[in-house]
C-alpha cells in the first residue's frame, strides 16, 4: 500500500501496522521486553546499528514503532518516536540538538509545564533558554539569535492562551540563522495543521490530549520532516555530524541521512534516559487516532458554536478563540487552521476571581479537570492550578490572566454545553 496517496482520514484508520500474511489484522500490543536471534552475530549487528531489529523495548518496540509510523505519515515527516509523555518529548526534542553551553529560543506563551522545563530544569543542564513574545517584530526576533543558539520552539495553538503561532515566520527567522524550527503541535493535530507545511523542521506532540482522545493514556511523540541540513550547519550541530564515541565513532548524519535526527534520539537519547511510552498505551493511542480525524471537526464546530454564545454574553468580558471574527489571531487562523483550530479556548468574565471559581464550581457535566482537549468538555483556571508555580509576573509574560478560564469543548451535543454554561453563569 502506498501510503503517500492516502489522505488524512485514511492515514488515521492505515498508516502504521502493515499485517504480513497471516498476521493479526489488528495492531498487537507487544508485551515484551526482549526478543529472540539466532545467533551472536544478528544481536551485535543491532547494537553496533549495523541492522535494524528489535532487542529491547526500551528502544524500540514493534507496537511503538507502528503508532510512531503513523503519526510520521499523518505529518507528513520521514520518522517518529513515541516518549512516555509529551513533556519527555520536548525535552528530547531540544536536548537531541542542544548540550550545554548552548542556547535556544522559545515563545513565551507555551504550556506552563515545557515553560518550565525549558527555563528552569534545562538551565540546570548549563541550556540556556530566551523566552520571545510570538508577536515580537522581526528585528526583536532576530536578536534574540546568539552566535550559540541551537533551535527555535513554538506551539501552533499555545495552551491556554489560545494563541496562533505564525510557523512560516519563525522557520524562515531560524533558517537565515542555521537553525531548526520545533512546533509543538498537541492542539491543532495534524488534521488541522502539517506545520512541515510551513517550514517546521520537527513536530512534537503531548499524544495525551486529542491524538488519544480519551483521556486513557499519557504519552507523546517526536516527528522529524528529514528538511533540515544538518551538515550544511555541522560546525553548530556536533552531536549529530561528528562521531559518536558510544557507537565507536559512528556520524548520525553521514550513517543514516534524513533519519540521522530520529535515530540519535532513539539509540542515544532513549538508550540513556528510558522514557518510552508502554506498547500497552501506545495501543491505546492507537485507537485513539483511528478516529481522529471525525473527532477534530465535531470539537471544532462544537467550540465555534460555544464561543459564538460567550461573546455575545452580557457577562462574558473577553474570549480568545480564532474561529471568532473579532478575534486578534482570525487572520493568522485562517492561514494554518483554516477548517478550524481545536476545541479549546479561553475567556473571562466581567467580576472578581471569586466569581469565576464560583461560575466553575456551578458547572454540572462539564467538570473541572487539570485534563485538556479530551472527548469530554471540562473546565480549568490556569492561574489555581496548572500554572500555580508561576508568578504573577511569570502569568503575566506567558499572556495568562487572572480571571483566564480554559475551556476544553467535548463532542457531546453542543446544546447540552451550552445550556450547562448558561444555568452556572446564571448564578454568578
Ligand atoms: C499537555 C501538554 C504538554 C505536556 O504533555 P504531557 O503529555 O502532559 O507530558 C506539552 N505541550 C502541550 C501543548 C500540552 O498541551
Known amino acids: 500500500m502506498d501510503l503517500t496517496k492516502l489522505k488524512r482520514e485514511s492515514l488515521c484508520v492505515q498508516a502504521g501496522w502493515q499485517p504480513k500474511n497471516g498476521e493479526a489484522r489488528v495492531l498487537p500490543v507487544f508485551q515484551s521486553t526482549t526478543f529472540k536471534y539466532d545467533d551472536t552475530e544478528q544481536m551485535a549487528d543491532l547494537f553496533d546499528l549495523k541492522a535494524s531489529g528489535y532487542f529491547y523495548t526500551r528502544l524500540q518496540n514493534p507496537t511503538n514503532d507502528a503508532v510512531a509510523s503513523k503519526i510520521a505519515a499523518l505529518e507528513g515527516g520521514v520518522a517518529g518516536m513515541l516518549t512516555s509523555s509529551g513533556q519527555a518529548a520536548n525535552f528530547y526534542a531540544v536536548f537531541n540538538i542542544c548540550e550545554a553551553g548552548d542556547h535556544f529560543i522559545a515563545t513565551n506563551d507555551i504550556y506552563g509545564g515545557t515553560f518550565n522545563l525549558f527555563g528552569v530544569t534545562l538551565k540546570k543542564l548549563g541550556i540556556e533558554c530566551t523566552f520571545i513574545d510570538s508577536e515580537c517584530t522581526d528585528e526583536e526576533l532576530d536578536a534574540a539569535f546568539r552566535p550559540n543558539t541551537k533551535c527555535v520552539f513554538g506551539e501552533t495553538l499555545s495552551n491556554p492562551g489560545c ?9 524562515n527567522a531560524a533558517h537565515k540563522h542555521g537553525v531548526p524550527l520545533i512546533v509543538d503541535n498537541t492542539f491543532a493535530t495534524p488534521i488541522n495543521c502539517r506545520p512541515f507545511e510551513w517550514g517546521a523542521d520537527i513536530v512534537t506532540h503531548s499524544t495525551t490530549k486529542y491524538m488519544d482522545g480519551h483521556a486513557t493514556a499519557v504519552g507523546g511523540v517526536i516527528v522529524d520532516s528529514g528538511n533540515f541540513d544538518w551538515e550544511a550547519n555541522a560546525d553548530k550541530f556536533p552531536g549529530l ?15 543514516f541521512g534524513k533519519m540521522a535526527f530520529i535515530t540519535k534520539a532513539t539509540a542515544q537519547l532513549m538508550r540513556d534516559l528510558g522514557s518510552i511510552q508502554s506498547p500497552q498505551n501506545a495501543f491505546l493511542l492507537n485507537l485513539g487516532l483511528e478516529t481522529l480525524h471525525l473527532r477534530m471537526p465535531q470539537h471544532c464546530k462544537n467550540a465555534q458554536a460555544v464561543a459564538e454564545y460567550l461573546e455575545n454574553h452580557p457577562k462574558v468580558a473577553w474570549v ?5 471574527k473579532s478575534n486578534k489571531y482570525y487572520e493568522l487562523g485562517q492561514k494554518y487552521v483554516p477548517n478550524g483550530s481545536c476545541g479549546v479556548m479561553a475567556f473571562g468574565l466581567k467580576g472578581t476571581r471569586e466569581q469565576a471559581i464560583q461560575f466553575m464550581d456551578s458547572l454540572d457535566m462539564i467538570c473541572i479537570v487539570t485534563h485538556v482537549a479530551d472527548a469530554r468538555t471540562c473546565v480549568l483556571h490556569p492561574a489555581s492550578h496548572t500554572h500555580r508555580q508561576l508568578s504573577e509576573e511569570q502569568l503575566k509574560a506567558a499572556g495568562i490572566a487572572p480571571d483566564l478560564i480554559r475551556l476544553s469543548v467535548g463532542i457531546e451535543n453542543v446544546q447540552d454545553i451550552i445550556a450547562d454554561i448558561e444555568q452556572a453563569l446564571e448564578k454568578i
Open 163 to 171: 494563541k496562533v503561532f505564525d510557523i512560516e515566520r519563525f522557520a
Open 241 to 255: 555530524c561528528e562521531p559518536d564515541p558510544s557507537y565507536h565513532g559512528l556520524a548520525y548524519t553521514k550513517a
Open 320 to 324: 480568545n478563540y480564532c474561529g471568532l
